[in-house]
Each structure stands twice: as structure tokens, then as C-alpha cells.
Nanobody, 114 residues
Framework: QVQLVESGGGLVQAGGSLRLSCVAS????????MGWYRQAPGKQRELVAS???????NYADSVKGRFTISRDNAKNTVYLQMNSLKPEDTAVYYC????????WGQGTQVTVSA
């Protein structure tokens, strides 16, 4: 079973930026689509960005134009660049593959202050 380790979260003021990283213990090069999810307190986990094996990307409307997902297959790593952060982006962020997800990692906390 592949393990996922997310990092890069923190406390930032509204308008600030963060770059999240997700390192997989196994190869992601053959994975058709990887995604970043987030879960805010009292809410369900939601998909915010995904990237295909061919580097095609999709974003939730709430983050479109502000977040950028990328992947480095050689490093088994997926990134999420988050700009123009808003308080409503506050959540625990996770990465996983979209189809038949692996076990979830611990996530990384992102807190955006007003």
C-alpha cells in the first residue's frame, strides 16, 4: 500500500500564498489522475484540483485562477500552489489518486486569517 505524506501547510494572512507538497512512497507515473482534496471543520472532503497523467488539470470553481496543481513523476510528488488565499480556504488538505484511492495521509493544515 502506497503511503502519502502531505506538507507545506501553515498559517497565512488573506491574500498570501502557500505551496503544498505530497510525496508518495510508490510510483505515481502510471496513475491516471491525482488530486488535492480539502476538508473544513464540519464539512465533507471535497476535490479542489486534479491532474491527469498527461498533465491536464481541472479545478473546483472556488479555487480556479488561484490554485495550480502540478506533478513530478520522477519525484513521486504532487504540488498545489495556492495564491490569493481566502479565509474560506481554511481546511486540512490531502492528496490522493482519484480512482480507487489509497489510504489517506495525515493531511496538512492550512489556516487563512482575515
Amino acid at each position: 500500500q502506497v503511503q502519502l505524506v502531505e506538507s507545506g501547510g501553515g498559517l497565512v494572512q488573506a491574500g498570501g500564498s502557500l505551496r503544498l507538497s505530497c510525496v508518495a512512497s510508490g510510483s505515481i507515473s502510471s496513475i491516471s489522475a491525482m488530486g488535492w482534496y480539502r476538508q473544513a471543520p464540519g464539512k465533507q472532503r471535497e476535490l479542489v484540483a486534479s491532474i491527469s497523467r498527461g498533465a491536464g488539470t481541472n479545478y473546483a470553481d472556488s479555487v480556479k485562477g488561484r490554485f495550480t496543481i502540478s506533478r513530478d513523476n520522477a519525484k513521486n510528488t504532487v504540488y498545489l500552489q495556492m495564491n490569493s488565499l481566502k479565509p474560506e480556504d481554511t481546511a486540512v488538505y490531502y492528496c490522493n489518486k482519484l480512482i480507487l484511492p489509497w489510504s489517506w495521509g495525515q493531511g496538512t493544515q492550512v489556516t487563512v486569517s482575515a
